[in-house]
C-alpha cells in the first residue's frame, strides 16, 4: 500500500503522534560549546593546520600534526640522565616548535614563559603538570594551552622517558624561574 491510498484515520494518527512527542519533551537550548564540545578536543572540527599559524586553534593544530608524523622527530629524539635533552624542531613567523625528552625524575623547575603563550603536547609516555592550583596527569597526545606568565613544574614522575613537544608564540625569549615548587605538597596553597 502506497502512502497516496493510507486511510484518512492513519493519516491524521501519524501528526497527532509526532505532536505528542514533541510536547512531552521541553526544548532545551544548547550553547556552541555544549553541542560542539571544547574545540581543542573536537578533532574533526579543526582545520588543518596552515603554514605559518595565527590563532591558538591553528597552533594546537600544528602540534597535532607534528605529533602524528613521528618520521619527522622520532628519530631526533635522545635521553640525557644529567640534564633535560631539548632540540628546535622548527621555526616560523613569531612562533617556534621544541622537541624535549625527559627521563624518570626529571623536571622543569617552576617558571613561567614571559610574554610567550604556548602549548604542551605529550608524544610519549607520560608527564605531571604542578600547578598552585594543583597536578595534572598528560599522557601522550594530549595537550595543555597556556597563556602568558602561567607558572607551572613539569615532571616525569613515572620510571619510563617521555618526549613532549612546546610550541610557544611568540618564540620563547625568556623562562623565569620561580622560587618554590608547586610539586611539594607544603607549598600548595589549599
Known sequence: MNSASASPAAASAAPATASAVTSAAPAVVESDLQIAGDILAVQHLLQPAREHPVTVAEFAGLARSIAEDRASWEH???????????????TGPGYEVWLLSWVPGQGSGLHDHGS?????????????????????????????????????EVVND??????????YFPGLTEMPM???????????PA
Open 158 to 167: 613515572t620510571l619510563d622517558g617521555a618526549v613532549s613537544l612546546h610550541v
Open 178 to 188: 620561580h622560587s618554590c615548587s608547586p610539586a611539594r605538597e607544603d607549598h600548595v
Open 76 to 90: 631526533l629524539v635522545r635521553y640525557d640522565a644529567t640534564t633535560r635533552w631539548y632540540h628546535r624542531l622548527r
Open 116 to 152: 610567550s603563550s604556548g602549548i604542551l603536547t605529550v608524544l610519549d609516555g607520560e608527564l605531571t603538570e604542578h600547578t598552585p592550583r594543583g597536578r595534572l596527569s598528560h599522557r601522550a597526545g594530549s595537550q595543555r594551552v597556556f597563556a602568558p606568565g602561567y607558572a607551572h
